[in-house]
């Protein structure tokens, strides 16, 4: 079974602070993709990255950066220099092929930032 | 990117009715269809995968006669959820996927509420 943590519930910085979300995922395929959602309050899933099991490369695109390691099945998210248009929340998720099976989403991290 | 709309964007509707969701995508060819829910604060859970032209496969504890899916094309899925009641009231996401190697698209989701 496919398992997706977000231990963080809610998470509050002041403005142009760093801030880092945790993902911990748990899953018995060999290959498998990961993702991350933003969900601002207007409710629509926002897609931010997508992440496959070979590349362990850190990514990085503008502000946001993504730290994926096998080794404690991680894959976190970091908001440099955070805004407030930031708030929202985010999740995490898990796949098993890229895009006809169904994603195993995490709880959920509600990001305020604070002006 | 591809395109997926959901219709309507919010429903009220009263206790023992039947609405009807559609999801449609606009740009490209939906082989396969996800239907989620998502309860307040609460993250987005499978409620059934849908191919085209076949039955759709429900997750377990989601009732397949409450909640009828249809995917009669590639670019439309319907959700009906029968003989609503207040506590089906939740957000409604579909996704879409146009194959295996494809990522999915998220509809903007439909908001239910049930009197």
């Known amino acids: 079974a496919q398992k997706v943590t977000q231990a963080q519930t809610e998470i509050s910085v002041v403005e142009k602070e760093d801030v880092t979300l945790d993902c911990v995922y748990e899953?018995?395929?060999?290959?498998?993709?990961l993702f991350w959602y933003k969900q601002p309050p207007s409710g629509e899933l926002v897609f931010l990255i997508r992440?496959?099991?070979?590349?362990?490369q850190n990514e990085i695109s503008g502000r946001y950066s993504w730290n994926f390691q096998k080794s404690t099945s991680s894959f976190n998210f970091t908001i440099t220099a955070s805004q407030v248009v930031d708030s929202a929340v985010y999740f995490c998720?898990?796949?098993?092929?890229?895009?006809?099976?169904?994603?195993?989403f995490g709880t959920g991290t509600r990001l305020t930032i604070i002006p | 990117g591809a395109v997926v709309s959901q219709h309507p964007s919010r429903v009220i509707c009263k206790s023992g009715t039947s609405v009807k969701i559609e999801c449609r995508s606009l740009?490209?060819?939906?082989?396969?269809m996800f239907w989620y829910r998502q309860f307040p604060k609460q993250s987005l859970m499978l409620m059934a995968t849908?191919?085209?032209?076949?039955?759709?496969?429900?997750e377990q504890g989601v009732e397949k006669d409450k909640f009828l899916i249809n995917h009669a094309s590639l670019t439309l899925s319907t959700l009906t959820v029968t003989s609503a009641h207040p506590e089906d009231s939740s957000f409604y996401i579909c996704?879409?996927?146009?194959?295996?190697?494809?990522?999915?698209?998220f509809g903007p989701g439909t908001r239910l509420t049930v009197t």
């Open positions: 996704s879409a996927s146009d194959g295996p190697n494809y990522e999915q698209y």
């Open positions: 899953t018995r395929d060999t290959t498998y993709y």
């Open positions: 992440r496959n099991s070979f590349d362990e």
């Open positions: 998720a898990l796949g098993a092929n890229f895009g006809n099976e169904k994603l195993t």
């Open positions: 740009d490209f060819q939906a082989t396969t």
């Open positions: 849908s191919n085209e032209g076949s039955k759709a496969t429900y």
